[in-house]
Nanobody, 121 residues
Framework: VQLQASGGGLVQAGGSLRLSCTASGGTFSSYSVAWFRQTPGKDREFVAVVSWYNDSTYYAASVKGRFTVSRDNTKNTGYLQMNSLKPDDTAIYYC???????????????WGQGTLVTVSS
């Protein structure tokens, strides 16, 4: 499956953005969709995941209550709604997919190209 992430940009602290992850070449409904983020010199950090089998969700503590992960199988697209953004949320955001429900980047085989989110103070 091929993934295309989009929706990043520049936003002021306290603002919102919605990232999208559009899949092609596979059965999207059979994959969990996860979001990770990475800043220079740091490992890729788990953000959120929505499962493929019952739409269960799981969030990193740093984003819980501010971010919402979802999916629309009719559009082969996953979403990450980000509210109350903080400068610390600045990163390249990646979407990933696989037939798992996990928070470890190493367990995902399919990755999008990343989209840059910059939150100004």
């Amino acid at each position: 499956v091929q993934l295309q992430a989009s929706g990043g940009g520049l936003v002021q602290a306290g603002g919102s953005l919605r990232l999208s992850c559009t899949a092609s070449g596979g059965t999207f409904s059979s994959y969990s969709v996860a979001w990770f983020r990475q800043t220079p010199g740091k490992d890729r950090e788990f953000v959120a995941v929505v499962s493929w089998y019952n739409d269960s969700t799981y969030y990193a503590a740093s984003v819980k209550g501010r971010f919402t992960v979802s999916r629309d199988n009719t559009k082969n697209t996953g979403y990450l709604q980000m509210n109350s953004l903080k400068p610390d949320d600045t990163a390249i955001y990646y979407c990933a997919a696989d037939r798992i429900f996990a928070s470890s980047a190493a367990q995902y085989d399919y990755w999008g190209q990343g989209t840059l989110v910059t939150v100004s103070s």
